[in-house]
């Protein structure tokens, strides 16, 4: 089992940052595909972004494509989701998950088997 956290979320105005992190315990994910995903209220959970074991590929929902950066540091066992220029309908909780079953990173969500509780991260106008 691996428990993952993730913080960072928040109120913000249009077009400020936020640096989400998901933090890693009871089981390494160093070696294994880290993804972030997120669901809005009323909506289904969409793809945000991905991340190969290595950090070699990345993967990224094109509402995010130039707006959002993934990063992981095996050494800590953490991820990282870095957004800017957030909008409204970025508004969502956040869940950050990694996979066990496989080592090919995806965008769908399905293929994860572990998740963090999630972060809300709130947008305002």
């Known amino acids: 089992q691996v428990t993952l956290v993730e913080s960072g979320g928040g109120l913000v105005q249009a077009g400020a940052s936020l640096r989400l992190s998901c933090a890693a315990s009871?089981?390494?994910?160093?070696?294994?595909?880290m993804g972030w995903f997120r669901q809005a209220a009323g909506k289904e959970r969409e793809f945000v972004a991905a991340?190969?074991?290595?950090?070699?590929?990345?993967y990224y929902a094109d509402s995010m494509k130039g707006r959002c950066t993934i990063s992981r540091d095996n050494a800590k066992n953490t991820g990282a989701l870095q957004m800017n220029s957030l909008k409204p309908e970025d508004t969502a909780v956040y869940y950050c998950?990694?996979?066990?079953?496989?080592?090919?990173?995806?965008?769908?969500?399905?293929?994860?088997?572990?998740w963090g509780q999630g972060t809300q991260v709130t947008v305002s106008s």
């Open positions: 009871g089981r390494t994910f160093s070696s294994r595909p």
């Open positions: 998950a990694t996979r066990f079953s496989a080592a090919i990173v995806t965008t769908k969500a399905a293929h994860y088997d572990y």
């Open positions: 991340i190969s074991s290595s950090g070699g590929i990345t």
